[in-house]
């Protein structure tokens, strides 16, 4: 069974930063391509970042380009999304999920989230 436990939201100010990080279990993490995609409230999911499986390939959405770093941990099964200068607009909760190839966009498989809130 796929599990994937996001953790490290939370309330930061303005221009700060938060890394989030998710467990993945019941698959072999290393052969699959992972994204994160968030949603605000009233509003549907939205794409933020992908990594291939190697870790040699990643995208951004514009929104997150040059503020966002995604990255994972093949030997600890672990993906993450370093994000610094943080505005209002981040606010959502965030999920990471599982594709079933790097230019997929079915996020049916993802974990239930983490709340990240961005405020003075």
């Known amino acids: 069974e796929v599990q994937l436990v996001e953790s490290g939201g939370g309330l930061v100010q303005p221009g700060g930063s938060l890394r989030l990080s998710c467990a993945a279990s019941?698959?072999?993490?290393?052969?699959?391509?992972m994204s994160w995609v968030r949603q605000a409230p009233g509003k549907g999911l939205e794409w933020v970042s992908v990594?291939?499986?190697?870790?040699?390939?990643?995208r951004y959405a514009d929104s997150v380009k040059g503020r966002f770093t995604i990255s994972r941990d093949n030997a600890k099964n672990t993906l993450y999304l370093q994000m610094n200068s943080l505005k209002p607009d981040d606010t959502a909760v965030y999920y990471c999920?599982?594709?079933?190839?790097?230019?997929?966009?079915?996020?049916?498989?993802r974990g239930q989230g983490t709340q990240v809130t961005v405020s003075s």
């Open positions: 999920a599982k594709l079933g190839t790097y230019y997929s966009e079915d996020y049916r498989e």
């Open positions: 019941g698959f072999t993490f290393r052969y699959y391509a």
């Open positions: 990594i291939n499986g190697g870790a040699g390939s990643r």
